[in-house]
């Protein structure tokens, strides 16, 4: 599982190297393909307003993220796909709970973020670094964007970090260590 919709009705999840929503409600709950290519999806997110989804894919032989239309069901394909990573992507998509932003690792392992609107059509800015990821962080296997999450105002950030003291599991809270706000 990848995400759930703002309403609770629809489970975002990736299976056989595609992205598919799972209707929760209603009679009909069989899986719906969001993002199905021959290239590899996953990490798909979507957005507040249940306008988009943001999802990793490797369509240009390296991990990128996208996003386009959600719209589970409608038939055809959706209207629209935008590439909005430029450096690839280590996963870790979210958004910010407004719909009006999107954070992502980038290919050098930092935080990026794209401002987006869409009004009148889907418009992201170009990726800006927030903050470099500690490379402890970085180097753990499988995707290190999943061992991370955001509050959904996008100024908290909660990372797995591996002990460096054993090699027994922990897990540290660190509390107020941001000392400047974004905007």
Do not use: H
């Amino acid at each position: 599982m990848s995400d759930w919709t703002s309403d609770g009705a629809f489970l975002i999840y990736a299976w056989g190297g595609d992205v598919f929503a799972l209707p929760v409600t209603g009679p009909d709950r069989k899986p719906i393909p969001i993002a199905a290519t021959p290239a590899t999806e996953f990490g798909g997110a979507v957005s507040p307003n249940r306008r988009w989804i943001a999802y990793v894919s490797n369509e240009t032989k390296r991990q990128e993220v996208y996003v386009q239309p959600f719209m589970p069901g409608s038939a055809g394909a959706p209207a629209g796909k935008w590439l909005v990573s430029n450096n690839g992507t280590s996963g870790f998509v979210r958004w910010r709970a407004d719909s009006s932003e999107l954070v992502f690792l980038n290919g050098d392992g930092a935080l990026a973020s794209v401002k987006v609107t869409s009004a009148p059509v889907f418009k992201a800015s170009a990726p800006q670094v927030i903050f470099q990821m500690p490379r402890p962080f970085l180097v753990q296997a499988g995707t290190p964007g999943a061992l991370a999450d955001a509050s959904r105002d996008l100024t908290r950030f909660i990372v797995a970090m591996p002990s460096e003291s054993s090699r027994r599991q922990e897990l540290s809270v660190v509390l107020n260590w941001l000392t400047e706000t974004r905007p």
